[in-house]
Every structure is written in C-alpha cells, then in structure tokens.
C-alpha cells in the first residue's frame, strides 16, 4: 500500500501541471473538520478528451470528514458551443456547483470517481466533465433572439435581411402557429 502524498497547505492545487489534480493526501492526516480552499483561475484546460475550456474559475473547499473528504464549492467556465439557429460557434457559460463526499481508503467507495486514492492525488477531471457536460444546453443558443438561418439562401439572419418572401401559410397549421407565438 503506497504512502499518501504529503502537501503543505502553502503549496499550490497544481500537480503534474494539470489544475484538476489535487495533492490532498495531507488532509487525510489532520483532524476532522479541517479543511482547505482550492481556487482555480486558468485561462485554458482540457476537462476530458471532448472538453476543453476557456476561462474555468471558482473554488472548492475540501473539509475532513469521517469517511473522507467532503468537497463543496463552484466552478465557472465557458466552452465553445455552436448555435443551432445560425450556426455560429460562441463561448457557453457553464456553471457547476461540487457538493459531493469523496470516501477514503477507496475500497469503501460507492463508485471510483468519488474515492480518494491511496496516493491522496485527487483528480476531479472526470467529475467536473460529467457536471459541465450536463450543464451544457440541449439546444445552445449563441442568444435568445437568435433569428437564424434564411431557409432560401442560406444567410445569417441576424447579420442581413435577404429579403425572400416567405413560404405561404398552411391555413391548417394557423392554431398551431398561434400557440408557439404566445409562448
């Protein structure tokens, strides 16, 4: 069984030089209810193989509990995204809240992403992509009064009006029309 990591809580959350892996392995030695702040504030990082961020910021505060360590805290990052309207790339707000028990020694642990390793290095990469992938919108919008695309031409309609005139009603569509205009 290897020896835990000893950190200083002085140190920087950065090892490996990824900002997601965290030496916690020194609060496993220190009493209950002692905790230490983590603050991130880097420019780019790459949460998984299909999720890199811009701008990831916020801080977790990892707290000595009996079974473990118990993480609360927020992040913030914006990741590209294309608008399903006009299909322009922009920056998605993402906007994720840790509130989970991370259980220690691991092979108490109900699931390996909430277990601390033996090592004490705690990678929350896997963790923070499941909650920014489920943050993203279903249908990302660049904004809410996205006009889109012009069925005829092609052009952004939030840059240009092109003028096509557009495709005559349905009479039999008209409730349905109605309805989506007054929501």
Do not use: W
């Not at 906007?95 to 277990?115: C, M, Q, R, T, W």
């Amino acid at each position: 069984m290897p020896a835990l990591c000893r950190g200083h809580p002085g140190q920087g959350a950065n090892l490996n030089s990824h900002p997601l892996r965290l030496n916690v392995g020194f609060l496993l030695h220190e009493g209950i209810g002692y905790n230490r702040t983590f603050d991130f504030d880097y420019p780019n990082v790459q949460v998984g193989d299909d999720l890199d961020v811009n701008d990831l910021r916020g801080s977790i505060r990892m707290t000595r509990a009996v079974q473990g360590l118990y993480a609360h805290g927020q992040l913030t990052a914006i990741a590209r995204a294309e608008c399903v309207r006009c299909l322009n790339p922009y920056g998605q707000p993402l906007d994720i809240e840790f509130d989970d028990l991370f259980v220690y020694p691991p092979s108490k642990a109900p699931e390996p992403l909430l277990a601390v390793p033996e090592t004490g290095l705690l990678d929350l990469s896997p963790l923070v992509r499941e909650y920014m992938l489920l943050d993203f919108p279903i249908q990302p919008l660049c904004r809410p009064d996205c006009r889109g695309l012009c069925p005829e031409c092609g052009a952004s309609l939030n840059e240009t009006t092109c003028g096509h005139a557009q495709a005559p009603t349905d009479m039999r569509r008209a409730p349905l029309r109605a309805s989506q205009i007054e929501t």
